[in-house]
Structures are given as structure tokens and as C-alpha cells.
């Protein structure tokens, strides 16, 4: 079947305002991944979900990041009061959660804080 | 604090050279994957190594985890412009868990 989808693709914002990333995990997969993308810092795990629950959420840089996932599906990261330095591409990632190594990543949302 | 050292960082060589990228850790990791990321899209999935010691090969590229499972090569032989890409390591600590990356290898091919 298809891919983990991500939405959108580009996302400009202004400094303060709330905007919501979209993850569409590929079918059957269990467990979805929120990592982030930037120059200085490379690739950092996020938040991770098995089934609609969080377990670890370590990576999540302030309480203006939340994310939620809902009938083990489809997963929303939601950024309040952007900042400059929320300026990231957001990657979604799922697997089999803890019957596999493997993750497979999606597209990425490029978010640009203005 | 870096779990994961990857190097050399930049690379750009000729069609047809060989070359080798290290990845590096004072961790011991249960899984360790390769990935190739292209400008504009996410990481695609190369290869996971598991066992300590393991080889595994695809066409030109051969992969290898270290015996006491805290690091990891990727050798490329005859490389080709179509070879461009990053590349990045990333450990795991259980099946599941979330992957620690390393900094990337920004790899430059030219023909």
C-alpha cells in the first residue's frame, strides 16, 4: 500500500501563531514517530506513539508542542506560539512499533516561522 | 551530547572511487540502520543490522555493525553520481523505540 503521508507538504506562519502537522502512518503499523529536521541540530526524535498512547515524549522541546494520535491512526502535531526557532522539517515515521526495528519515513513538513 | 559520531561529515569524490562512512558510539545499541535522504523527501530505509559482527551487502554498498554492537561502516564501491544523497546512522535501543541519528554524511559524486 501507499507510504506515510504528511500534511502539508510547506507551511509559512507568522511568529505567534498555533499550526498543526499531519501524519497518515502507513496501514497496520502500530506504532507513528515525530522527529525534527534542522541545519544545526540534524534529526530529533520528537514524541513516539504505540497505538493512541504516547510512552515516551522526551523529545518534545517545550509545552507548546503537543501531539495526539487517535484510532491508532492518523497521527496531529500541533506547535502553539511559534517561535523562529520552530523552523524545521517535521518528519513522521511508523513501524510495526515492537515487532520491528525498521521505520519508514514520510515526505517531511517544511515549516517556516516569518 | 552526541550519541552517535558519524564521519567524515562532507564527502565529494569521482566516479568510480570507493570510500567508507563511520559511525561511532560509546552506547551499546540492539538495531542499527542505514538511511539515504534526498533533498525535499525523508530518509528512505538502506538496511538494519541486529547481530554484532554482521555483514550485509546491497549491490555496491556494504554495511557492517561491530562486534561489540557501538558502531557501524558503510562502504561504497564504484561509486556513481546516482549515489549522491545523505547519508545517516541511526541506533536503537529496542524494537520500537525511538532511533538516535547521527549527524549525516553529505555524499557528492561527480561525474
Known amino acids: 500500500g501507499a507510504g506515510v503521508s504528511q500534511s502539508p507538504s510547506n507551511k509559512v506562519t507568522e511568529k505567534g501563531k498555533d499550526v498543526e502537522l499531519r501524519c497518515d502512518p502507513i496501514s497496520g503499523h502500530t506504532a507513528l514517530y515525530w522527529y525534527r529536521q534542522s541545519l544545526g541540530q540534524g534529526l530529533e526524535f520528537l514524541i513516539y506513539?504505540?497505538?493512541?498512547?504516547?510512552?515516551?515524549k522526551s523529545g518534545l522541546p517545550s509545552d507548546r508542542f503537543s501531539a495526539e494520535r487517535t484510532g491508532g491512526s492518523v497521527s496531529t502535531l500541533t506547535i502553539q506560539r511559534t517561535q523562529q526557532e520552530d523552523s524545521a522539517v517535521y518528519l513522521c515515521?511508523?513501524?510495526?512499533?515492537?515487532?520491528?526495528?525498521?521505520?519508514?519515513f514520510g515526505p517531511g513538513t517544511r515549516l517556516t516561522v516569518t | 551530547t552526541q550519541l552517535l559520531e558519524q564521519s567524515p561529515q562532507f564527502l565529494s569524490i569521482q566516479e568510480g572511487e570507493n570510500l567508507t562512512v563511520y559511525c561511532n558510539s560509546s552506547s551499546v545499541f540492539s538495531s542499527l540502520q542505514w538511511y539515504r535522504q534526498e533533498p525535499g523527501e525523508g530518509p528512505v530505509l538502506l538496511v538494519t543490522?541486529?547481530?554484532?559482527?554482521e555483514v550485509k551487502k546491497l549491490k555496491r554498498l556494504t554495511f557492517q555493525f561491530g562486534d561489540a554492537r557501538k558502531d557501524s561502516s558503510l562502504h561504497i564501491t564504484a561509486a556513481q553520481p546516482g549515489d549522491t544523497g545523505l547519508y545517516l546512522c541511526?541506533?536503537?535501543?529496542?524494537?520500537?523505540?525511538?532511533?538516535?541519528f547521527g549527524q549525516g554524511t553529505e555524499l557528492s559524486v561527480k561525474p
Open positions: 541511526a541506533g536503537t535501543y529496542n524494537q520500537g523505540g525511538k532511533l538516535i
Open positions: 515515521a511508523s513501524s510495526h512499533g515492537t515487532a520491528s526495528y525498521e521505520q519508514y
Open positions: 543490522v541486529v547481530t554484532g559482527g
Open positions: 506513539f504505540q497505538g493512541n498512547s504516547a510512552p515516551d
